[in-house]
């Protein structure tokens, strides 16, 4: 058994489009948090939401349940969307720059059901800040202005973003406060 197999918590990071480079801050966290893994895709350009939805299937076979999705960007959409289908396998979500093209469905098929925290920044190419908020709202999460980030990733220069890891701190501390199992 490894000390990833053993951890308290397990998590499963959600890039977006493209994947995240070896600068963003999914990949830091990935490097210094042995209790999170990563969605692997064989095409990170396929914006169909179906795909992303099979591929999170796969992922979360590999996981012990329940355990906290981490996405970014359109990862954000795919992450909502698998966890209202399987509200069992999800304890939580932490939502990241969220980024919705044009073909992805805003709403989703039912309200989130676990503790959710959207972070989103003044200015994101991809989803202005009152659009985010509106997002939050519509999908029940908590929301968090990030500031002045762009889209928060590598290009923003945050590294491995301490700021995230408070949110990632606050849903893991939702997630005892609402009786849900440390150890899945």
Same mark, same amino acid.
């Given at each position: 058994m490894s000390a990833r197999d053993? %951890?308290?918590f397990h998590g499963l990071l959600v890039p977006g489009l493209h994947g995240s480079d070896p600068d963003h801050w999914q990949q830091r966290w990935?490097? !210094?948090?042995? +209790?999170? !893994?990563s969605l692997t895709l064989p095409d990170w350009q396929n914006t169909e939401l179906a795909f992303w939805l099979d591929r999170l299937d796969l992922a979360a076979d590999a =996981? $012990? /349940? $329940?355990?906290?999705?981490? *996405?970014?960007?359109?990862?954000?959409? %795919? #992450? *909502? !969307? +698998? /966890?209202?289908t399987r509200p069992r396998r999800v304890s939580g979500l932490l939502l990241v720059a969220p980024a919705l093209p044009e073909t992805s469905p805003r709403r989703l098929p #039912?309200? =989130?059901t676990v503790?959710?925290? =959207?972070?989103?920044s003044t200015s994101d190419p991809w989803m202005s800040l009152d659009e985010a908020r509106r997002l939050a709202r519509d999908w029940g999460c908590a929301f968090?202005?990030?500031g002045d980030l762009g889209h928060i990733n590598s290009a923003s220069g945050i590294g491995e973003w301490r700021r995230g890891f408070e949110d990632l701190r606050w849903l893991l501390s939702q997630r005892v406060s609402r009786g849900t199992a440390l150890t899945g």
């Open positions: 053993s %951890a308290p990935q490097t !210094h948090l042995p +209790w999170l !893994h =996981l $012990p /349940s $329940p355990f906290v999705l981490i *996405a970014h960007g359109f990862g954000c959409v %795919a #992450a *909502a !969307h +698998w /966890s209202v #039912a309200p =989130l503790p959710a925290r =959207l972070v989103a968090r202005n990030g």
